[in-house]
Every structure is written in C-alpha cells, then in structure tokens.
C-alpha cells in the first residue's frame, strides 16, 4: 500500500483573552457568560478559515470580536 502526502495549511489566528467568568453568578447568567464566550471564540476559530468553510459563520469578515 502506497500513501499520498497531504499537505496542510495551518493558520495561527491573534492571542484574545483572558476569558472570564465571574465565580458568583446566578445560573442563568453564567450560562448565557458562557454562551457568549463559545460565541466569541467560535468567531475567532471560524475567520481563520475560508467563507465556504465557516458554516453558520460565513458572513463573517475580518477578525471576529
């Protein structure tokens, strides 16, 4: 059996954080701290790709706040 190399292209997006989350909060609104933080960091992962490539985030341009 023969393998083919692939090649790989790997993008290093700019540093963000820290990510926080205040300790004391109710559980509605730690979950929706929560939330918003997988929001912005599924932002961030999804500009370092192609926009075809970005599924529900496509439309993004730029860097993603």
């Known amino acids: ?14 540093a963000f954080g820290p990510l926080t989350i205040e300790p004391n909060l109710q559980k509605n609104e730690r979950r ?8 912005q960091i599924m932002q961030r992962v999804a500009v370092l790709f192609p926009p075809e490539n970005r599924g529900p985030y496509r439309n993004l341009t730029g860097e993603a706040v």
């Open 1 to 14: 059996m023969k393998f083919r190399r692939t090649n790989v292209t790997i993008r290093i997006g700019p």
């Open 32 to 39: 929706h701290q929560l939330d918003h933080l997988a929001k």
